[in-house]
């Protein structure tokens, strides 16, 4: 009898306890150093953007007549006169804006995000499961959105409603929320469509038709939480995009309206200056670079985590 | 074959109509017109140019009109450039345009392809960080960042190039690099993660064991296959070149159709707007008809029916 227990022993390392995918994928994860460095930036730079006027004691619209009268006009270098980040041409204090700039770009990249989630994902799944004519209403739509250039798109909507209630709302950024996540919801639905299609056939599908499961609740509960992996690496390398979609919108002039200052209009402003105080370019470039940096790293990161069988693949 | 192509070349149709309709409608639905200026015209001015340019017709009499003559070859009017019409205005800036897309295009693929394929044969080595490096650079750097950063160092600091302009070869350098910087790095990071998974397939180690030579195994087994899905994204690729590239014309001041498109919204000239945004819709389209077909040709287990 002894010997008998002993050989039903559980062999090295199979005796673990079993995990979660969602521990598993942490773990993954936080062995991943890119995607550390990379979370760890976003989670500072989110921290900035809801705390940032507690960091500084400029408002970002508070012009330093002093310093500006010091200097004779020009732009403050850094680390002087109280200013960490210098100043701009007009006596702004550039740490501040740019601490206001993190608050615009991570709003940003949270509005356009729940724009994508809660049109692209109901479509994609509507037209993934029902097929047919839905299917073919959204693949259509895709059509016209895929070719109609997507900067070009977003400048088109931003200038023609500039001066209605629309285009003032929420110091102009509803505007560029709404223009960018009509361009960015498509991708999530197809990427949705075609996680339904494939699971659609799946085995456990079929039993729960066979017992009767409502439509809505296969797909609630059986298929989307089964697609939800891309969808949240999607949703991650989406942000870097709405940044730099509206950075470059700052940067051409449209958009937030002033005082308020994205990163984009920074480094617009930070240009006409920037033989002679070239800071006024290099910080916001530096910040933009670190947010498109850290939400890239940490979305790859987190793609590696939840299927590894993609591991590498873009 | 051909009658996929076909009808995707007919489905172009419909969706450039939509652009259209679109980009028509929602010119007109904003407040303001072609005539809005600081110091407001006189009403009675503001009613003969409407006249003059069949502004006070309905929109959609006016996009019927619009359509029938770019149908025809007539781009119509420019509001602003009351000398010129937008067909001499896209004639006179397409060659820029085409020139830097063009050349960014070739340098990103000539470029990013062989980075990433030389990053994933020497997979964490010295190479692999190089190439590395450089995608990190094109994707942390927008392209209006990275112009302004080439210009202050190799136009102001090193006098290398001019600053701007198009006026030969050295004014052609830091444009075309900024505008690939980003698609060098994307399809760099895509080029290497499908070299990877290549590396891993059967018929691979196949051609290993078989003792052929290194050198034809990446050529022939590893490179032609990894570079099938690279193809998918040179469409959105180009479109981003496309768009991209008016940023690149205003900062460098090169004489492209680019350069008036923004500054053709503010003013509501409708006509260049129109004519732009078919333009490059359209270019965008054809491009991602292209590639569709390019791929069924390297990758002969797709047939499209």
């Known amino acids: 009898m002894a010997t008998r227990t002993q050989a039903l022993e559980v062999p090295a390392g199979l005796d673990a306890k079993p995990t979660s995918l969602w521990r598993d994928a942490f773990g993954r994860l936080v062995r991943n150093r890119m995607a550390v460095v990379g979370g760890v930036i976003v989670l500072i730079l989110v921290f900035l953007a809801i705390f940032g006027p507690f960091l500084t004691p400029y408002p970002y619209s508070a012009i330093d007549y002093k310093a500006m009268a010091a200097t004779g006009g020009i732009p403050v270098p850094p680390l002087s006169m109280g200013h960490l980040f210098g100043t701009d041409n007009l006596g702004h204090d550039l740490f501040s804006r740019i601490l206001d700039g993190a608050r615009i770009s991570m709003t940003v990249a949270l509005v356009v995000q729940v724009v994508v989630i809660f049109i692209g994902i109901p479509m994609g799944a509507a037209a993934g499961w029902f097929g047919g004519r839905m299917d073919n209403l959204l693949m259509r739509i895709t059509d016209v959105v895929y070719a109609f250039p997507d900067l070009l798109f977003i400048i088109l909507l931003s200038i023609s409603f500039k001066d209605t209630w629309f285009g003032g709302a929420v110091d102009g950024l509803l505007l560029v929320f709404v223009a960018i996540g009509i361009v960015s919801w498509v991708t999530m639905a197809r990427l949705v469509r075609g996680q339904i299609l494939s699971l659609k056939e799946t085995e456990y599908v079929e039993a729960a038709r066979a017992i009767g499961v409502s439509d809505f609740r296969i797909v609630s509960r059986h298929l989307l939480p089964n697609a939800i992996g891309p969808v949240i690496v999607a949703i991650t390398l989406g942000i870097p995009s709405a940044i730099l979609a509206e950075s470059t919108l700052a940067f051409l002039g449209i958009g937030v309206n002033p005082p308020r200052a994205s990163w984009g209009t920074l480094i617009n402003d930070g240009s006409l200056w920037m033989s002679s105080t070239p800071h006024m370019l290099v910080f916001p470039a530096i910040a933009i670079a670190l947010a498109l940096l850290s939400f890239t790293f940490l979305g790859d990161g987190l793609r590696d985590a939840l299927d590894p069988k993609l591991k590498g693949k873009q | ?305």
Request: hydrophobic share 50%; no cysteine; aromatic share 10%.
């Open chain 2, 1 to 305: 074959m051909t009658a996929y192509i076909i009808r995707r070349v007919l489905w172009l149709i419909p969706v450039l109509f939509v652009v259209s309709v679109i980009t028509f409608a929602l010119m007109h639905s904003a407040p303001g017109g072609p005539w809005q200026r600081e110091k407001p015209l006189p009403a009675a001015t503001v009613a003969l140019l409407d006249e003059k340019y069949k502004l006070d017709q309905p929109v959609i009499v006016q996009y019927l009109t619009w359509a029938g003559n770019m149908l025809t070859g007539d781009l119509g009017p420019s509001y602003k450039y009351r000398s010129r019409d937008v067909n001499d205005m896209v004639a006179s800036g397409i060659g820029p345009t085409l020139q830097l897309g063009v050349m960014a295009f070739l340098l990103s693929v000539l470029v990013g392809i062989p980075l990433g394929v030389i990053a994933a044969l020497r997979q964490n080595k010295v190479p692999d960080y190089l190439a590395t490096g450089i995608s990190v650079i094109g994707i942390a750097t927008p392209s209006f960042v990275l112009a302004f950063l080439l210009v202050l160092i190799f136009a102001s600091g090193l006098h290398w190039f001019p600053t701007g302009g198009w006026r030969g070869p050295e004014t052609w350098v830091m444009p075309t690099v900024a505008l690939a910087a980003f698609p060098i790095a994307q399809i760099a990071r895509y080029t290497r993660a499908s070299m990877l998974e290549v590396t891993r397939k059967d018929y691979v180690r196949t051609a290993q064991s078989k003792g052929l030579k290194e050198r034809s195994i990446v050529v022939v087994h590893m490179i032609r296959n990894a570079l099938i899905p690279v193809v998918t994204i040179l469409g959105p690729i180009f479109a981003g070149l496309v768009t991209g590239s008016f940023i690149i014309e205003t900062i460098y001041s090169i004489p492209g159709i680019g350069k008036f498109y923004v500054n053709s919204i503010g003013q509501r000239d409708y006509g260049v707007i129109m004519a732009m945004t078919m333009l490059y819709a359209a270019a965008v389209a054809v491009m991602n008809l292209v590639v569709d077909i390019g791929y069924a040709y390297i990758d002969p287990r797709i047939r499209y029916s």
